[in-house]
């Protein structure tokens, strides 16, 4: 098993940027990939953007693409989500996910182990 614990998040004004960053311990050496999620309230839990581990390939939403960079740093075992040009629609509170089983890297079944989220606010 995998244990996750997020930080970096908190109330920021539209077009603003927060770092988040999620540090892994563990079971890390099967991790295969890590990943953020994201869920407002009342709507159902979505991609935002994954990494591969060992190659480094990236995934991101349609909805973050070039405003938001996932990288992680696997001396620290530490996942980021570097957010730009945030929006009032990012609002949500971020999970960051492990995936040890292979699979699909943008779906949420595939992603065994879970972080406790943090809040990302951003106001209009």
């Known amino acids: 098993q995998v244990q996750l614990v997020e930080s970096g998040g908190g109330l920021v004004q539209a077009g603003g940027s927060l770092r988040l960053s999620c540090a892994s311990s563990?079971?890390?050496?099967?991790?295969?990939?890590m990943g953020w999620f994201r869920q407002a309230p009342g709507k159902e839990r979505e991609f935002v953007a994954a990494?591969?581990?060992?190659?480094?390939?990236?995934y991101y939403a349609n909805s973050v693409r070039g405003r938001f960079t996932i990288s992680r740093d696997t001396a620290k075992n530490t996942l980021y989500l570097q957010m730009n040009s945030l929006k009032p629609e990012d609002t949500a509170a971020y999970y960051c996910?492990?995936?040890?089983?292979?699979?699909?890297?943008?779906?949420?079944?595939?992603?065994?182990?879970w972080g406790q989220g943090t809040q990302v606010t951003v106001s209009s």
């Open positions: 996910a492990a995936n040890t089983g292979g699979g699909s890297m943008v779906y949420t079944g595939s992603f065994g182990s």
């Open positions: 563990g079971r890390t050496f099967s991790t295969y990939g």
């Open positions: 990494v591969k581990w060992g190659s480094g390939t990236t």
